[in-house]
């Protein structure tokens, strides 16, 4: 199979042609590098081998090795931004061995795996093909049998890509209800609350058509060491939250009233039927966790380029939350005072962050991202200023629903703004950022990046 397994920026030549040259060198370096160094493929061929009759896995608690002549067949599922290159390298270890997979993946270009199918569907919101990639999941699910493995491969964008709602509500309001709740919630977490519970895959349901083989499941997580020997739960296969816990959420953000009737039903059905729950533990499943590098290791790998490049570095959060552009301005507040009074730390600096930050699309919805409202909401407040530029990316390349993985700015983006009769607040109140960085040569391109380390942000100072 050929792939270039190394992300590029590739459009660099345009983006160092203008503003802060010396300030975006260093921002699209580190970012080149964290993309190369966080692709599930390298991890993957590090953790598992074969040695003589015994498969051996380097999972969370401890290697572990399965006698190959005992092992009746070998499946692999799996869908998400990073999911391609994970099977990539189970392929080249497993080979023949592998009697059946698929991944599930929102562009597949013209990229072929030998033994596992992949197949294309929509992100952010499901279409067709997402129920169509459901289905087949489910149905290779169900043929796991007892001596058998399933390797299992979840990361971001998922919950879109592999959608079956529950019977009794369509695939439009299972959009519709996506988009609400992502137009409306800046919180992951609460959003995926939600979702789960009209699901017929997520939710920790996955492993109940998967029982009872054997999983091995590569997760997404941060350092691997900080889930050794502590219990904690696997969203993939048990789901603390509650029908309860959906309606609730529903009723905060004051979507209950718009939610369509059938799923409205479903849930309240769901309060007094404790069947309809999703798994609260994984129960009888024999699951083998091998964590794969996520937020807080691409912060770290950023952090530590940058500090080869002679920069002072600091990680802001890599869970960062929040509405992108509210996000942005508040960093241009910060960055200031590292240019001014050289707190917390001195310049030349860089501020690192990672996490998903939100959008609320307003009515005028132009088309934009997360990372590239956030890039333009610093550049309001930085005007003039030579000292600073930020840049953001969404890690697999899509920033929201464009095929632009971010942007970048700096002190001169306002004024190259106003040139161009860019008007920069009013285009981000109408959630336009891809028309204005675009206008400006502004906006990252990497294309897939077989990367899910959800957004790398940066800020430096110099």
């Not at 502590?230 to 959420?249: G, K, V, Y």
């Not at 937020?295 to 990680?315: H, P, S, V």
């Not at 552009?325 to 200031?336: C, D, K, N, P, Q």
Request: aromatic share 6%; charged share 25%.
């Amino acid at each position: 199979m050929k792939m270039d397994w190394l992300p590029s920026i590739k459009n660099k030549k345009e983006l160092l042609s203008h503003g802060n040259l010396e300030g975006r060198k260093i921002a699209l370096d580190i970012i080149e590098h964290t993309l190369r160094e966080t692709i599930p493929y390298t991890f993957v061929k590090k953790v598992i081998s074969i040695k003589g009759e015994y498969l051996q896995v380097d999972t969370s608690e401890g290697p572990v090795e399965f006698y190959l002549p005992a092992v009746k067949n070998m499946y692999v599922l799996g869908g998400g931004k990073g999911s391609v290159t994970t099977a990539k390298a189970l392929e080249e270890v497993l080979g023949d061995r592998i009697k059946e997979g698929l991944i599930v993946v929102k562009d597949a270009g013209k990229e072929k795996l030998s033994k596992i199918e992949v197949m294309e569907a929509a992100h952010p919101l499901p279409d067709e093909r997402s129920v169509r990639a459901a289905e087949k999941v489910i149905e290779i699910a169900k043929k796991c049998q007892q001596d058998d493995i399933c390797f299992v491969c979840i990361t971001g964008g998922t919950s879109s890509l592999i959608n079956l709602p529950t019977d009794g509500i369509s695939l439009d309001e299972s959009a519709r209800m996506s988009q609400m709740l992502l137009n409306s919630i800046n919180n992951i977490q609460e959003i995926n609350a939600v979702r789960k519970h009209f699901s017929q895959v997520s939710g920790g349901r996955l492993g109940q058509y998967i029982y009872p083989a054997t999983i091995v499941n590569f997760k997404q997580g941060t350092r691997e060491e900080e889930f050794k020997g502590q219990p904690w739960p696997d969203l993939i296969f048990e789901d603390p939250t509650t029908f309860q816990d959906a309606i609730s959420i529903l009723k905060r953000y004051q979507l209950w009233e718009k939610t369509p009737d059938s799923v409205k039903n479903h849930l309240i059905k769901g309060l007094s039927s404790p069947d309809m729950e999703t798994p609260k533990d994984v129960g009888e499943l024999k699951i083998y966790n091998t964590v794969i590098p996520y937020r807080q290791a691409a912060c770290q790998i950023a952090k530590k380029r940058a500090e080869e490049l002679g920069l002072n570095a600091m990680i802001l959060a890599s869970m960062l939350e929040g509405e992108s552009r509210e996000i942005g301005i508040g960093l241009a507040s910060v960055a200031r005072e590292i240019r001014d009074f050289h707190s917390p730390i001195r310049p030349p600096a860089i501020i690192i962050a990672g996490g998903e930050t939100s959008v609320t699309v307003g009515e005028e919805a132009g088309e934009g991202g997360r990372n590239q409202e956030f890039v333009l909401g610093f550049a309001t407040k930085v005007g003039g200023d030579k000292r600073l530029v930020v840049a953001a990316v969404d890690s697999d390349g899509t920033d929201g629903p464009t095929n632009i993985a971010g942007g970048i700015a700096d002190g001169y983006t306002l004024e190259n703004a106003e040139k161009k009769g860019m008007d920069l607040i009013e285009n981000l109140k109408k959630n336009n950022s891809s028309y204005v960085l675009g206008e400006l040569g502004d906006v990252i391109i990497t294309g897939p990046t077989g990367v899910a380390v959800q957004s790398i942000k940066l800020v430096v100072i110099l």
